[in-house]
């Protein structure tokens, strides 16, 4: 089975179970070591789709949130979380998805962001362009990022202010806030599909971990945008996020760093 193929199919499994779960309303809800919410469908999708890994990719490693990582013989690793926007989930707010990606070492070869109850899908593979599928619409679109050039024209989607706090950087982000043109907090993976998409041209988060980014970032850069940490290094490795459509990345990371 090819990678992409591969990774819409785990994507299929883990709807079936996220969906249902959602509107049944039939999970329980545990607080991790962290104080970040956890259900019993996040550890059940994951154990899914390690089981289908295991199967079909067998030498490859998995990084997933809720359990220990497992080694495979090579570089290549699948990075999944279950359910990005659990705190969505518990609340009934439809904005959840399951993320999964694979790399090679560092280098992203594919994206994987499936939000079953926005009835929403977007992937990425490397160099084959970044894709979305539409409500009652299952044919395909190619998105990309906006031709917004200017902060003062961009609009930024940002996270909670809490970790911002933390993180020594609250004054650069309202001071962001009041250069662009247009403020919102969509939050999670959706500010980062925004982005994709071109209907956002920033989203940053100040505390993150590698299966909250590893799949936004081939979508959002095969849309071609940018996709850094706070300090500018490139890709989900440094505990934080900033994505643009390129055109405005320097600016925006100008202030924030």
Same mark, same amino acid.
């Given at each position: 089975?090819?990678? /992409?193929?591969?990774?819409?199919?785990?994507?299929?499994?883990?709807? @079936?179970?996220? !969906?249902?779960?959602?509107?049944?309303?039939?999970?329980?809800?545990?607080?991790?070591?962290?104080?970040?919410?956890?259900?019993?469908?996040?550890?059940?999708?994951?154990?899914?789709?390690?089981?289908?890994?295991?199967? @079909?990719?067998?030498?490859?490693?998995?990084?997933?949130?809720?359990?220990?990582?497992?080694?495979?013989?090579?570089?290549?690793?699948?990075?999944?979380?279950?359910?990005?926007?659990?705190?969505?989930?518990?609340?009934?707010?439809?904005?959840?998805?399951?993320?999964?990606?694979?790399?090679?070492?560092?280098?992203?070869?594919?994206?994987?962001?499936?939000?079953?109850?926005?009835?929403?899908?977007?992937?990425?593979?490397?160099?084959?362009?970044?894709?979305?599928?539409?409500? @009652?619409?299952?044919?395909?679109?190619?998105?990309?990022? +906006?031709?917004?050039?200017? /902060?003062?024209?961009?609009?930024?989607?940002?996270?909670?202010?809490?970790?911002?706090?933390?993180?020594?950087?609250?004054?650069? !982000?309202?001071?962001?806030?009041?250069?662009?043109?247009?403020?919102?907090?969509?939050?999670?993976?959706? +500010?980062?599909?925004?982005?994709?998409?071109?209907?956002?041209?920033?989203?940053?988060?100040?505390?993150?971990?590698?299966?909250?980014?590893?799949?936004?970032?081939?979508?959002?850069?095969?849309?071609?945008?940018?996709?850094? +940490?706070?300090?500018?290094?490139?890709?989900?490795?440094?505990?934080?996020? !900033?994505?643009?459509?390129?055109?405005?990345?320097? +600016?925006?990371?100008?202030?924030?760093?």
């Amino acid at each position: 089975m090819k990678d /992409l193929d591969l990774a819409i199919a785990l994507a299929d499994a883990a709807d @079936h179970l996220t !969906l249902d779960s959602f509107y049944n309303r039939d999970f329980t809800v545990d607080t991790k070591p962290d104080m970040t919410p956890v259900t019993t469908v996040d550890r059940a999708v994951e154990e899914k789709l390690r089981e289908l890994l295991a199967l @079909h990719a067998p030498d490859d490693a998995i990084v997933g949130e809720e359990f220990e990582p497992t080694t495979g013989t090579g570089t290549r690793q699948w990075i999944i979380d279950p359910i990005d926007g659990t705190k969505n989930f518990v609340r009934g707010v439809p904005v959840y998805a399951t993320l999964i990606s694979l790399y090679d070492g560092e280098t992203p070869l594919l994206g994987v962001v499936s939000a079953p109850a926005m009835n929403r899908r977007w992937w990425a593979s490397k160099g084959e362009g970044a894709w979305t599928t539409v409500a @009652h619409d299952p044919e395909p679109v190619q998105i990309h990022v +906006s031709q917004v050039s200017k /902060l003062e024209d961009a609009s930024f989607s940002y996270a909670s202010l809490g970790g911002w706090k933390d993180l020594g950087k609250r004054d650069a !982000l309202l001071e962001l806030c009041d250069t662009v043109w247009r403020t919102r907090a969509y939050g999670d993976f959706w +500010s980062y599909m925004l982005v994709a998409e071109g209907a956002v041209d920033i989203a940053a988060e100040p505390e993150l971990e590698i299966y909250d980014m590893g799949a936004l970032v081939p979508v959002v850069t095969e849309a071609g945008g940018t996709f850094t +940490s706070l300090n500018g290094k490139t890709g989900p490795f440094d505990g934080n996020a !900033l994505a643009s459509n390129g055109l405005v990345h320097s +600016s925006a990371l100008e202030l924030l760093s």
